[in-house]
């Protein structure tokens, strides 16, 4: 199997939307929860990135200019899940770096895998990210995404921040995050 066919297949599995679709009952909000509890990602290769922001800010769209897909093929999901790829740039010696989908594949040994999590614009949705967050503070990065035709951009960048905070401290130790901090 060439590389380039396996590339296309990791693409194929890892920009995988996530099939937890807005439901009415408790059985149904039960059954998805089961379902990403068994989703299995492989977060050892780089730090996972989780993007949050209301609805329409351009979460989606930032993350299709990313990885270059057609945004409009993908289902509205409530947690959203796909891989960006960003290889060494060989034709500059500072050790830049590129998305993977930018250009030709330069060097698969420099190959970084970054696994990316997008929520749904609604803070009910937070709880969710316990799926999404990694086993320590220090291998996770929000985004926190705002509009700027919002009036009330600093007010929604402060909640989602709020929202950031509030699911670290219910997801990791008071050490782990002491320890997160002094990463720096």
């Given at each position: 199997m060439s590389l380039t066919t396996q590339q296309q297949e990791l693409d194929d599995t890892?920009?995988?939307?996530?099939?937890v679709l807005y439901s009415s009952t408790d059985?149904?909000?039960?059954?998805?929860?089961?379902?990403?509890?068994?989703?299995?990602?492989n977060t050892n290769q780089g730090s996972t990135v989780i993007v949050l922001g209301d609805?329409?800010?351009?979460?989606?769209?930032?993350?299709?200019?990313?990885?270059?897909?057609?945004r409009s093929s993908k289902p509205k999901s409530l947690l959203g899940y796909r891989v960006l790829h960003v290889q060494?740039?060989?034709r500059d010696a500072s050790y830049a770096y590129q998305l993977g989908t930018a250009g030709a594949n330069l060097n698969p040994s420099e190959l970084l895998q970054i696994p990316v999590w997008s929520l749904d614009g609604n803070e009910s949705c937070a709880s969710l990210l316990k799926y999404a967050l990694p086993a320590t503070p220090s291998e996770v990065v929000f985004i926190l995404s705002a509009s700027i035709d919002n009036p009330n951009l600093i007010n929604s960048l402060k909640r989602w921040a709020n929202v950031c905070t509030e699911q670290a401290q219910k997801h990791f130790s008071k050490e782990d995050l002491k320890a997160g901090r002094n990463q720096r």
């Open positions: 890892a920009n995988a939307v996530l099939p059985d149904e909000v039960g059954i998805w929860r089961e379902v990403l509890a068994s989703k299995k990602t609805n329409r800010c351009g979460k989606s769209s930032l993350l299709a200019r990313l990885d270059k897909s057609d060494n740039d060989a």
